[in-house]
C-alpha cells in the first residue's frame, strides 16, 4: 500500500468536515507551507452534515449541534469559509462529494487520489479492518465499511427540517443535481 505523498493534507476535523487552516498550522508549524499544495473538501447536502451534528447529541459546549437552525448558522459560516480558501488556494482544494463516494466507493476515491497525485490501491477501502484508533464522534462509523443509509436521510425528517431548509436553500442542491 503506498502512503500518501508529504504534500496532500486531507481535511477532516470538524462535523462539518473541515479544519481552519490556521488551526491545523498551529498544531503542526510544518503544515504551513504543506497546504498550499493540496487539501480535500468534502461536499454533501447541506441539510445532512446538520442533521447529523444534531444527532451526535454533543456536549453542551459544543452548543451549535444542539439546535438545527444553530447546526444551519455553523454550516453556513463553514461554506463562508471554504469560498475564502478556494479563493486563497484555488486548485489547491479539491473537492469531492460524499454521496457520490458512497455510492461508487472505488472510482470515487480512485479519481481522488488520482486528483491528488496519490497512487490508488484498492485496499484503501477496507479501513474498517485496520485496528487503528479512532477519536472521532463518528467512531462506530469509522469502524463499518461505507455505506449509503446516510445519504439522503434528510428527507425522512422533511417537516423537521423545513426552518432549516428554508434558510439553507442557496445552499441547496438543485433538484436532480448530484451535488
Known amino acids: 500500500m503506498s502512503t500518501p505523498a508529504p504534500h496532500v493534507v486531507p481535511l477532516f476535523a470538524t462535523p462539518f468536515g473541515v479544519v481552519s487552516l490556521p488551526e491545523a498550522q498551529t498544531l503542526n508549524p510544518a503544515l504551513a507551507a504543506l497546504f498550499a499544495e493540496r487539501a480535500t473538501a468534502q461536499w454533501r447536502d447541506p441539510l445532512a452534515p446538520c442533521l447529523s451534528v444534531y444527532f451526535l447529541h454533543l456536549d453542551h459546549r459544543m452548543s451549535y449541534g444542539l439546535d438545527l437552525m444553530d447546526t444551519g448558522h455553523f454550516y453556513r459560516q463553514y461554506r463562508r469559509l471554504m ?42 477501502l477496507e479501513f474498517p479492518r485496520s485496528g487503528r484508533a479512532i477519536k472521532t ?18 428527507r425522512h425528517y422533511a417537516r423537521q427540517l423545513a426552518p432549516l431548509r428554508e434558510y439553507l436553500a442557496d445552499l441547496l442542491p438543485a433538484a436532480g443535481a448530484d451535488r
Open 137 to 154: 464522534a463518528s467512531v462506530w462509523q469509522a469502524r463499518e465499511p461505507l455505506y449509503r443509509h446516510s445519504s439522503g436521510r434528510a
Open 83 to 124: 469560498a475564502h480558501w478556494k479563493r486563497l488556494f484555488g486548485a489547491g482544494i479539491v473537492d469531492f462529494d460524499y454521496d457520490a463516494l458512497v455510492r461508487a466507493p472505488e472510482a470515487t476515491a480512485s479519481a481522488l487520489f488520482g486528483s491528488l497525485g496519490l497512487d490508488w490501491d484498492p485496499r484503501f
